[in-house]
Nanobody, 127 residues
Framework: QLQLVESGGGLVQPGGSLRLSCAAS????????IGWFRQAPGKEREGVSC????????NYAGSVKGRFTASRDNAKNTVFLQMNSLKPEDTAVYYC????????????????????WGKGTLVTVSS
């Protein structure tokens, strides 16, 4: 069974940092583009970041560029999202998702392009 499991969410004060992890089981992430998405209450799911299978290229939504960094450790079958300078508007359930894209050098932030999803982890930014 192909699974993605997110972890690392929690409550953090504005200006703080969190590091999300996305661990895969049942398949190897080496050949997959990984995306990070979020959904706030009453809002549509939006793309936050993505990283290509090699880890050589990433893409970020304008709202998080310069604050969030995606990385991956294929040896550990895990992808990470480092989130710094968090703002209350970053509060959401964060999901990782995967799509088979061996050799692709670019990635996009469209949720509909992904076909394996985790169940999400809640990030709350509040004082």
């Amino acid at each position: 069974q192909l699974q993605l499991v997110e972890s690392g969410g929690g409550l953090v004060q504005p200006g703080g940092s969190l590091r999300l992890s996305c661990a895969a089981s049942g398949f190897t992430l080496d050949y997959y583009t990984i995306g990070w998405f979020r959904q706030a209450p009453g809002k549509e799911r939006e793309g936050v970041s993505c990283i290509v299978s090699s880890g050589g290229n990433t893409n970020y939504a304008g709202s998080v560029k310069g604050r969030f960094t995606a990385s991956r450790d294929n040896a550990k079958n895990t992808v990470f999202l480092q989130m710094n300078s968090l703002k209350p508007e970053d509060t959401a359930v964060y999901y990782c998702a995967a799509v088979f894209r061996l050799g692709f050098r670019v990635c996009g932030l469209d949720p509909q392009s992904m076909n394996i999803w985790g169940k999400g982890t809640l990030v709350t930014v509040s004082s």
